[in-house]
Every structure is written in structure tokens, then in C-alpha cells.
């Protein structure tokens, strides 16, 4: 397979996995949880957190870099996301976005903090390194049966096709998605309008059918009381001639009136005699007064195999950009953001692939497109009688507004717009605020700067099996212990307190406890200090695994 190679690459392509996991901190002043009572005058039961900082809420805003909390999202919604939809920067030279990822690359490191100009000869390079540990870490966020839509333009769109056929391979190619964003411009170069932008949609493995379109059945009717049903008209005929199918190429006879309707030597018909004498048989063939016209054929409702149609690859029946504009002045009193999506591009995609209380990320979150639509979405499918309960994580880097200097994007621009959306089109759900904290790393936990207990429980989990600790599961920091993946049962000897945790270790009456309450389980235990010997160890099949400096070991 031909790969795509740029500036970067080798220092880069797994650069996610160097990456320290960090907390996430909530801000509960800067999350909105709306208090809604239904007509009936039962109050609404809102989601509420646990004592922790894992995120549990119905929905999730999160400040700081993309990267940063992506690889912060692993150990609890690794493999779970139904769907992911992005909006990067385009890189067409004018948005002015900054290189910032620290990369242990000379090459690299010399980018950081520079704006990325169209002037700049490595533009291309510095936009497929960001991209390159976002996708990584986005396919590994992504459930199995889940999907990731990306859009683009011309300026990067062949660069971006070949980078996700190496990350998702080829094989997960489903589509890219043509979008008409604006009505042709007088101002166009050379005369040539460039109206359209693409959506690039992957799966991880094999994903569930896209959910269609419904069909519909404007042309049925049943004018002469055929008791078969509902029918209409279709064509007899195929784009085949003579030579191509010659014992499709014959003179037909209506039974009834003998008349003869001459076959068409570039366009036969679309069954053999046999076949056809079958279907004049079972009265599905509508022979018309005169002969120079064409037999159709009679459809009927009841022979339909689905209810839906394919999703066309077009995009036109949703807005353009004028409509995302027209949204955020009407939410935010102003143009406060530049390029936004309409909701109703990104509704429509999430629709064909999300049902239920499926995940939907965005971590290119911008304006919050996309939180707004999956609320509306699941307000849509409330008034058809099957209230949704899809969820939103965004995630937005607490950088400047281009219009408004002075303001946050994250605060100012994508919690205000969510918030007011809320309050505005009386959506039920809220959300949670959450920042970027501390890194889990030895250097952070030797400085003293721990983390809450079930923090950090979730986070040596995620390393020591690869899964996530189920949201039902519920860590006991008095006995230590963390939950259970098949045959093993997982500990964390730990205190958040750092001057308590200096003097926790594995000692004897702990392991007679971890062993009596798992008896015939290989027991991991993550701990400061060990004071057992090798004997000991064996004997009561545990294993353990010093923090922190060896904390990054993952358990076969």
C-alpha cells in the first residue's frame, strides 16, 4: 500500500503513547445542569457525580489541549464512543492555529509555539504531525462498531485520506461525504466557485449499517383496487442492446388486446420471455393504449425489501454555512466565531449512527456544533416517543477568540452557546465543565501532587488490563481494592495523602486479606512498597507493581 511520508513522521507516529495520562479536574461553577419540570409536574431526575473525578455526567465539556485529554479519557471511555466527529483546522495559511505538542525531536521542537502561516514551506508537515496522535488516540476512544467523521477541504483532503487509510486502514474506508457549505461566490478565482467541503468517515472494525433514509410513498396508490396493495410504476427495461443480451431482445404481446410493443435494439427488456410471460401471467405488467409507448412494470408497497434508502454521499439537504452563522448570532448576539458547522450537517450524521445513549465525541469542539446537535437529536427522538439519551464529551483548548481577544473559547464562546441552546430550546440535559489537571506521572506523584483515590484506581486499572473500569464498579479505598478482570483480582495500596502514602506498603496481613478474598485469582497489587518475599509472592499468586516507577507496565 502506498503510505504517505512527511516531515515528522518517525517522531510523531507514536508519540501518543509517550504522553503522560493527566487528571480531569471538574469546575462545578462553569457546568449547567438545567432544573426542567415536565407538564405533568413530575420533576425531571437529573444525573448526578459520584465523589470523584471520573467523569459521570449526562454530558462533558472539556477545557484544555486535545491531546492531553484525549489520552485522559482512555481509562474510562477507551472502546466505548460510538461516534467521533472532528473539525481540525483546515491549514489553508489564514487560520493562524499554533504547532504546540511536545515531541522528543529536535526536528519538531524547533516548530513549537510558531504560527503556522500559508507562507510557511512545512505548513503541510506541521499539520500532519498534530493530526497524527489526535487520530491515534481518537481509534482507540472509538468502540468497535463505532465511526469517526472528519471534515475537510481541498487543502488537505488527499494528505487526510492517506493518513486514516494507515491509521484505520483501507479496509475501514466507508465513505467521503461531498457538503454544498455555501451558494456559488462572486468572488471566486479564475470563475470557479469552490462551494462544497468533505466529510471523511471510517469505521474501527465492522460497524452497524449507517440507519438510511426513509423511504417514501408519495408515488403508491391503489387506483384499481388491487388486492395485493399499494403499487407504482417502474421501467421494463434495462441499458443493455441486442448484441449485449440478445434473448432479452424480443417483440412483446399483450394477451388480452394482441397487440405487439416492439423491442428496442439499444435498450432491451430487463427480462428473459420465460420470466416475462410470468409477470403478464401474475397481471405486473401495464401495457398502455399505444404501442410506440413502453409496457411498465407494476411495483407493489408489500415487495419492498426495507423501509430505507441508502445515504447519498451529496450532502444537500442540510444547511450551509449561513445557517451556523445565523444559529450562533442568534445564541451568542454576534459573530463570535468564524467556520462553525450548521447543527444540521452534524445531526444528520450522528443520526445514521447513534441510537440510544451512545457516546459522541468532538475534539475540535469549537463553537460546540456538535453538543447542540446530539441535544436536538435526542429532543427529536423525545417527540416520536422514544426518548434519546445520546451523550456528548467536547473538548476545547482554552485559547483566545480571533474575534474577541479578551474571551476564552471554551468559556466564553462553547459553554455560553451550550448553556443558552439549553435554556433557549428547553433541552433536558445539561453538562459538566471539567479541566485538564495534573499529569499521572512519576515526577508529578513524587512532587506530592496525588490524586483523589478513585482517580487514580480507574487509571491503574486502564493500565494494568487495557479496559475501563465499569461505571457499577465501586473501588473501596479502605481495603484497597480496585475491581476484578477475569482471573485477575487488581489492587491499589494507596493514600492520596502524600506523607500517609510514604509509609504504605504490601505486608503480610494485606496479602492474607487479598488472598482470603480472592482465593483462586492471580492478584495485582500496585503499591509504594512490598515487604514479602519472592516466596510469598508466589505462593499466594500476587504480583506487585511499584509506584510509581513502575507503574507504566501493563499486565499480560
Not at 486 to 513: F, H, P
Request: hydrophobic share 35%; glycine share 6%; charged share 25%.
Amino acid at each position: 500500500m502506498p503510505t504517505l511520508q512527511f516531515k515528522g513522521k518517525t517522531s510523531v507516529w507514536n508519540h501518543h503513547l509517550a504522553i503522560p495520562y493527566h487528571t480531569l479536574e471538574p469546575a462545578d461553577a462553569l457546568g449547567y445542569q438545567p432544573d426542567l419540570t415536565p407538564k405533568n409536574g413530575e420533576q425531571i431526575k437529573l444525573e448526578s457525580t459520584e465523589e470523584t473525578t471520573a467523569p459521570v455526567l449526562n454530558n462533558l465539556l472539556i477545557e484544555g489541549d486535545n491531546l492531553l485529554a484525549l489520552k485522559a479519557l482512555l481509562p474510562q471511555f477507551g472502546g466505548r464512543v460510538k461516534c467521533i466527529y472532528i473539525d481540525p483546522p483546515y491549514n489553508t495559511g489564514s487560520e493562524n492555529w499554533v504547532y504546540n505538542d511536545n515531541v522528543n525531536s529536535p526536528l519538531v521542537n524547533d516548530w513549537i509555539g510558531k504560527t503556522v502561516g500559508r507562507d510557511d514551506l512545512t505548513r503541510h508537515d506541521k499539520w500532519l504531525c498534530m493530526m497524527t496522535p489526535r487520530l491515534k488516540l481518537l481509534r482507540e476512544l472509538l468502540a468497535d462498531d463505532g465511526v469517526i467523521f472528519v471534515s475537510i477541504d481541498d487543502y488537505e483532503v488527499s494528505s487526510l485520506k492517506m493518513l486514516l487509510d494507515e491509521i484505520f486502514t483501507e479496509d475501514c474506508f466507508l465513505a467521503q461525504f461531498v457538503w454544498k457549505r455555501r451558494s456559488s461566490s462572486a468572488m471566486a478565482d479564475k470563475n470557479i466557485s469552490t462551494d462544497h467541503e468533505y466529510v471523511l468517515c471510517y469505521q474501527k472494525a465492522n460497524g452497524d449499517d449507517f440507519q438510511g433514509e426513509a423511504k417514501t410513498y408519495s408515488s403508491y396508490s391503489n387506483p384499481d383496487d388491487d388486492e395485493r396493495g399499494d403499487w407504482t410504476t417502474g421501467d421494463l427495461t434495462v441499458g443493455m442492446n441486442s448484441s449485449q443480451r440478445p434473448n432479452q431482445f424480443y417483440d412483446l404481446t399483450d394477451p388480452t388486446t394482441d397487440k405487439v410493443y416492439s423491442a428496442n435494439p439499444n435498450r432491451v427488456w430487463a427480462y428473459i420471455p420465460e420470466s416475462m410471460a410470468k409477470l403478464i401471467e401474475e397481471k405486473r405488467v401495464i401495457f398502455p393504449e399505444e404501442t410506440d409507448k413502453r409496457p411498465l412494470l407494476k411495483r407493489f408497497k408489500n415487495d419492498l425489501k426495507s423501509d430505507k434508502n441508502p445515504v447519498s454521499t451529496w450532502i444537500s439537504d442540510v444547511g450551509m454555512n449561513t445557517e451556523a452563522t445565523r444559529t450562533i448570532q442568534d445564541l451568542l448576539g454576534g459573530s463570535v466565531f468564524n467556520y462553525a458547522k450548521p447543527v444540521s450537517l452534524v445531526k444528520s450524521l450522528i443520526k445514521q449512527t447513534t441510537v440510544d445513549d451512545d457516546i459522541i465525541l468532538d475534539s475540535f469542539a469549537g463553537s460546540g456544533t456538535t453538543g447542540q446537535a446530539v441535544m436536538e437529536l435526542n429532543r427529536e427522538d423525545g417527540r416520536s416517543g422514544v426518548p434519546g439519551n445520546r451523550r456528548f464529551i467536547l473538548i476545547q483548548m482554552p485559547e483566545a477568540s480571533a474575534q474577541e481577544p479578551d474571551k476564552n473559547i471554551c468559556r466564553d464562546i462553547t459553554r455560553e452557546r451550550l448553556h443558552r441552546a439549553i435554556d433557549k430550546f428547553g433541552y433536558r440535559a445539561g453538562f459538566a465543565y471539567w479541566q485538564v489537571g495534573q499529569a499521572l506521572d512519576a515526577e508529578t506523584l513524587l512532587s506530592g501532587q496525588l490524586p483523589p483515590f478513585l482517580t487514580f484506581a480507574r487509571y491503574v486499572y486502564y493500565l494494568c488490563t487495557g479496559e475501563n473500569l465499569s461505571e457499577n464498579s465501586a473501588p473501596d479505598p479502605d481495603t484497597y481494592f480496585v475491581g476484578t478482570a477475569g482471573n485477575r483480582a487488581i489492587y491499589l495500596v494507596y493514600e492520596s495523602d502524600y506523607q500517609a502514602l510514604t509509609k504504605l506498603a504490601l505486608n503480610l496481613s494485606l496479602a492474607q486479606a487479598m488472598h482470603t478474598a480472592h482465593p483462586k485469582k492471580k492478584i495485582v497489587v500496585y503499591a509504594p512498597a512490598c515487604f514479602l518475599d519472592d516466596e510469598h509472592l508466589e505462593a499466594w499468586q500476587i504480583e506487585f507493581v511499584g509506584i510509581p516507577y513502575n507503574l507504566f507496565q501493563r499486565q499480560a
